[in-house]
C-alpha cells in the first residue's frame, strides 16, 4: 500500500512550456486535492474532485487544469509556465464521508525559469 | 485572505519539557480543526484533529485544545522529543467541506 505518489519529485520548466504533474492514490480514496505551497506559506488549494469524472475550483486555480478519469488518479496540467508558478506541489486524497483527514504525497518541486 | 494564522514561525524547546503550537482563525464557518506535521522533503501527515463539538482531544503526547469563542486552538506536546522537530501546519474546514485552509506553519525545534 503505497498511499499517495507523486512524479516527478524535481522539475525546471522554462517560461512558456507546459507540463503534467502526475498523482496517484491506492487507498480507494474518492476525494482527491492539488495544493501548492510557497515559500513560508500554507497550502493552497488548486483543484480537487470528488469523484471520477468530478472536479472543481480551489482558491487559486488559474494558470492549472486538471482530470479525474479514475479513482486512482488526478493529474495536474500546467499550460503556459509562469515564475509565478514556482512552487513545491502536494496531491492529497481523503476517504470522504466522515472522514476528513487528507493523505498528502510526497510532493513536486517545480521551478519555472 | 488569511483565514488561519499561524503566528509564531519558530519554537525551540528542551527535550522533555511542554511544546505548545497556536493557531488563530476568522472564519465562523469552520468546523473541523486538524494539525499537521511535516518533515523537510516529504509531504505533510495528519497528527490530530478536533471537532467544534469539543474542546479538547488528546491522542498519546498530543492534545488539541479549541477555543471557539476567542477563534483559536492550540497543539501541546508533552514531553518533547527530538524526533517532534518538524514544521506542524494548523487547519481548518468546515465539516466535510472540501476547501480546507492552511496556517503558514510553526518550525518547532526540540533540543536534546
Known amino acids: 500500500n503505497a498511499g499517495v505518489t507523486q512524479t516527478p519529485k524535481f522539475r525546471i520548466l522554462k517560461i512558456g512550456q507546459s507540463m503534467t504533474l502526475q498523482c496517484t492514490q491506492d487507498?480507494?480514496?474518492?476525494?482527491m486535492y492539488w495544493y501548492r505551497q510557497d515559500p513560508g506559506m500554507g497550502l493552497k488549494l488548486i483543484y480537487y474532485?470528488?469523484?471520477?469524472?468530478?472536479?472543481d475550483k480551489g482558491e487559486v486555480p488559474n494558470g492549472y487544469n486538471v482530470s479525474r478519469s479514475t479513482t486512482e488518479d488526478f493529474p495536474l496540467r500546467l499550460e503556459l509556465a509562469a515564475p509565478s508558478q514556482t512552487s513545491v506541489y502536494f496531491c492529497?486524497?481523503?476517504?470522504?464521508?466522515?472522514?476528513?483527514?487528507?493523505?498528502f504525497g510526497p510532493g513536486t518541486r517545480l521551478t519555472v525559469l | 485572505d488569511q483565514q488561519v494564522k499561524q503566528n509564531s514561525p519558530s519554537l525551540s524547546v528542551q527535550e522533555g519539557r511542554i511544546s505548545i503550537l497556536n493557531c488563530d482563525y476568522t472564519?465562523?464557518?469552520?468546523?473541523?480543526f486538524l494539525w499537521y506535521k511535516k518533515y523537510p522533503a516529504e509531504g505533510p501527515t495528519f497528527l490530530i484533529s478536533?471537532?467544534?463539538?469539543?474542546d479538547k482531544n488528546e491522542d498519546g503526547r498530543f492534545t488539541v485544545f479549541l477555543n471557539k469563542s476567542a477563534k483559536h486552538l492550540s497543539l501541546h506536546i508533552v514531553p518533547s522529543q527530538p524526533g517532534d522537530s518538524a514544521v506542524y501546519f494548523c487547519?481548518?474546514?468546515?465539516?466535510?467541506?472540501?476547501?480546507?485552509?492552511f496556517g503558514a506553519g510553526t518550525r518547532l525545534t526540540v533540543k536534546p
Open positions: 478536533i471537532s467544534s463539538i469539543k
Open positions: 474532485s470528488v469523484g471520477a469524472g468530478i472536479t
Open positions: 487507498m480507494n480514496h474518492n476525494y
Open positions: 487547519a481548518a474546514t468546515p465539516y466535510n467541506n472540501n476547501d480546507m485552509r
Open positions: 492529497a486524497s481523503r476517504q470522504g464521508a466522515r472522514y476528513n483527514e487528507q493523505f
Open positions: 472564519n465562523s464557518m469552520f468546523d473541523y
